[in-house]
C-alpha cells in the first residue's frame, strides 16, 4: 500500500468522471490497496485520500456497504423547513463524497480486471458517449449504479397508462413517479387540440401518452441528446410515428394547440446532471414557460403545466407564488387536477424530509391566455 508517487497519474485518469456526471472536486491524495478495514477506509476519505482498490471485486463491495452503514446517518433538524432542507442536500453531498472514495480503475474498452469482476462493458457503453482506449478511475458506487441502471434501461419501466414498458438510460429522467402521468392520461382533451408540443420531454413519456390519446401531431423537445435518444427509441418500441424529436433548449417556431411542461420542481441548484431534472435554480425554466408559451399556441390552445407543493411545504416557494405568476403572465386556471404521490419516500417516517414528503401533492394545471 503506498501514496505520492501516483498523484499526478491517477488526477489525469480520474477527470473523465467527474467532467461528465458530478461537480465535485476528485480527491487530492490516492492509495492502492488489496485489503482494508471499513474503519480505515473511512479514516482516509475523510482527510479527502481516496482508496483505489486492487483486490477482489465481491470483497470490494463489501467494503464499500460497511462504509456506507458508517456514513449514512439521518441529517440534523433546521430551526426552518428551508434550513432543514438545505441540512439534507449538504449532508447529501457529504455522504456522497465520502462513498465515492472508494475506487476502481477502468482499463481501455471498458474492461474491469479483478478477481471475480462482473462484466461492466454493456453498462459503461450504456452510459459514456464514446468507448475509452485510457484507464480511468471511477467510484465503485457509481459504477454499481451504472450497472443497476442498464439493467433497468434493459427491463423497462412499466407505464399503465400506456400499458407497456418505457425504457430509460442512465442520465435521462425515469418516470418512476406514476402519479403526473395518470392526470396527463385523465386531463379533457377538447376536440380541438390537433398537435401539441412537450417541452423538455426526458424518456417521451409524455408524448407517447398524448399520442396515445389520439392527438394527431406532436414536438417532443429536448436538450439532452441523451434524451433525444432515449425518446426516439421509445418511440419507435412504441410505434408511434407522429412525433416529431427537436434537440433544443426552450421554444423555436412551434405553433400548437397544447403545451405541456414537467419543469423540475424545486428551484435549487442542481450539483450534477441527473439532478438538473428535479432542482431549477429560482424557477427559470417554469417561469420562461410561463412568459412565452402563449406566442406559441394556436387560439383555444392550451398550457399543461405540472408541478408539485413540495417546494411550499419545504419552505422554498410562497404558497401564492405559483398563482401570482399565473396572473403576472396573463394565465388563468381553466382546471386544476391533483393527487398524492405514491412512491416509497412519501410514506416513509425515517426520510430526513418526511414533515414535507407526507404533505405532497401533485397537480396538472390546466392554463388559457387570458390576452
Same mark, same amino acid.
Given at each position: 500500500?503506498?501514496?505520492?508517487?501516483?498523484?499526478?497519474?491517477?488526477?489525469?485518469? @480520474?477527470?473523465?468522471?467527474?467532467?461528465?456526471?458530478?461537480?465535485?472536486?476528485?480527491?487530492? $491524495? @490516492?492509495?492502492?490497496?488489496?485489503?482494508?478495514?471499513?474503519?480505515?477506509?473511512?479514516?482516509?476519505?475523510? $482527510?479527502?485520500? =481516496?482508496?483505489?482498490?486492487?483486490?477482489?471485486?465481491?470483497?470490494?463491495?463489501?467494503?464499500?456497504?460497511?462504509?456506507?452503514?458508517?456514513?449514512?446517518?439521518?441529517?440534523?433538524?433546521?430551526?426552518?423547513?428551508?434550513?432543514?432542507?438545505?441540512?439534507?442536500?449538504?449532508?447529501?453531498? /457529504?455522504?456522497?463524497?465520502?462513498?465515492?472514495?472508494?475506487?476502481?480503475?477502468?482499463?481501455?474498452? @471498458?474492461?474491469?480486471?479483478?478477481?471475480? =469482476?462482473?462484466?461492466?462493458? =454493456?453498462?459503461?457503453?450504456?452510459?459514456?458517449?464514446?468507448?475509452?482506449?485510457?484507464?480511468?478511475?471511477?467510484?465503485?458506487?457509481?459504477?454499481?449504479?451504472?450497472?443497476?441502471?442498464? !439493467?433497468?434501461?434493459?427491463?423497462?419501466?412499466?407505464?399503465?397508462?400506456?400499458?407497456?414498458?418505457?425504457?430509460?438510460? @442512465?442520465?435521462?429522467?425515469?418516470?418512476?413517479?406514476?402519479?403526473?402521468?395518470?392526470?396527463?392520461? $385523465?386531463?379533457?382533451?377538447?376536440?380541438?387540440?390537433?398537435?401539441?408540443?412537450?417541452?423538455?420531454?426526458?424518456?417521451?413519456?409524455?408524448?407517447?401518452?398524448?399520442?396515445?390519446?389520439?392527438?394527431?401531431?406532436?414536438?417532443?423537445?429536448?436538450?439532452?441528446?441523451? #434524451?433525444?435518444?432515449?425518446?426516439?427509441?421509445?418511440?419507435?418500441?412504441?410505434?408511434?410515428?407522429?412525433?416529431?424529436?427537436?434537440?433544443?433548449?426552450?421554444?423555436?417556431?412551434?405553433?400548437?394547440?397544447?403545451?405541456?411542461?414537467?419543469?423540475?420542481?424545486?428551484?435549487?441548484?442542481?450539483?450534477?446532471?441527473?439532478?438538473? #431534472?428535479?432542482?431549477?435554480?429560482?424557477?427559470?425554466?417554469?417561469?420562461?414557460?410561463?412568459?412565452?408559451?402563449?406566442?406559441?399556441?394556436?387560439?383555444?390552445?392550451?398550457?399543461?403545466?405540472?408541478?408539485?407543493?413540495?417546494?411550499?411545504?419545504?419552505?422554498?416557494?410562497? #404558497?401564492?407564488?405559483?398563482?401570482?405568476?399565473? /396572473? !403576472?403572465?396573463?394565465?388563468?386556471?381553466? $382546471?386544476?387536477?391533483?393527487?398524492?404521490?405514491?412512491?416509497?419516500?412519501?410514506?416513509?417516517?425515517?426520510?430526513?424530509?418526511?414533515?414535507?414528503? /407526507?404533505? !405532497?401533492?401533485?397537480?396538472?394545471?390546466?392554463? !388559457?391566455?387570458?390576452?
Amino acid at each position: 500500500m503506498f501514496k505520492g508517487c501516483l498523484k499526478t497519474l491517477v488526477l489525469t485518469m @480520474f477527470i473523465p468522471e467527474y467532467r461528465n456526471f458530478s461537480q465535485s472536486k476528485p480527491p487530492q $491524495q @490516492f492509495i492502492e490497496t488489496q485489503q482494508l478495514s471499513a474503519d480505515k477506509l473511512l479514516q482516509w476519505v475523510r $482527510q479527502n485520500t =481516496a482508496i483505489i482498490w486492487r483486490g477482489d471485486f465481491q470483497q470490494g463491495k463489501q467494503l464499500l456497504a460497511a462504509l456506507k452503514k458508517r456514513v449514512r446517518k439521518p441529517s440534523k433538524t433546521g430551526t426552518t423547513p428551508a434550513e432543514t432542507f438545505h441540512k439534507y442536500r449538504l449532508a447529501q453531498a /457529504q455522504q456522497s463524497r465520502l462513498i465515492n472514495g472508494l475506487l476502481i480503475e477502468i482499463q481501455a474498452n @471498458f474492461q474491469l480486471n479483478l478477481p471475480r =469482476a462482473p462484466d461492466v462493458q =454493456a453498462a459503461l457503453n450504456d452510459v459514456y458517449d464514446t468507448p475509452n482506449t485510457e484507464s480511468f478511475l471511477l467510484p465503485l458506487n457509481q459504477l454499481l449504479g451504472f450497472i443497476g441502471a442498464h !439493467e433497468w434501461h434493459k427491463k423497462g419501466v412499466w407505464i399503465e397508462t400506456l400499458n407497456n414498458t418505457i425504457h430509460v438510460p @442512465f442520465g435521462v429522467f425515469s418516470p418512476l413517479r406514476g402519479e403526473y402521468l395518470d392526470l396527463i392520461a $385523465q386531463a379533457p382533451l377538447p376536440e380541438t387540440i390537433k398537435s401539441a408540443l412537450d417541452l423538455g420531454t426526458g424518456s417521451g413519456v409524455i408524448a407517447a401518452i398524448l399520442a396515445k390519446r389520439g392527438v394527431a401531431n406532436i414536438i417532443a423537445t429536448d436538450n439532452n441528446i441523451r #434524451a433525444i435518444n432515449a425518446a426516439r427509441a421509445n418511440f419507435q418500441h412504441l410505434q408511434y410515428k407522429n412525433i416529431e424529436l427537436k434537440q433544443q433548449d426552450g421554444f423555436n417556431n412551434e405553433q400548437v394547440d397544447l403545451i405541456v411542461c414537467n419543469p423540475p420542481w424545486l428551484p435549487v441548484k442542481p450539483t450534477s446532471v441527473i439532478e438538473t #431534472a428535479l432542482y431549477d435554480p429560482q424557477h427559470t425554466m417554469l417561469k420562461n414557460v410561463l412568459k412565452q408559451a402563449a406566442a406559441h399556441l394556436n387560439p383555444q390552445g392550451q398550457l399543461w403545466l405540472i408541478m408539485s407543493d413540495l417546494a411550499e411545504h419545504l419552505g422554498l416557494r410562497q #404558497a401564492d407564488d405559483l398563482n401570482n405568476w399565473f /396572473q !403576472e403572465n396573463h394565465w388563468h386556471v381553466r $382546471q386544476k387536477l391533483s393527487t398524492r404521490p405514491k412512491h416509497s419516500k412519501a410514506n416513509n417516517p425515517n426520510d430526513s424530509l418526511a414533515f414535507a414528503r /407526507q404533505k !405532497e401533492i401533485t397537480s396538472l394545471y390546466i392554463l !388559457e391566455t387570458t390576452q
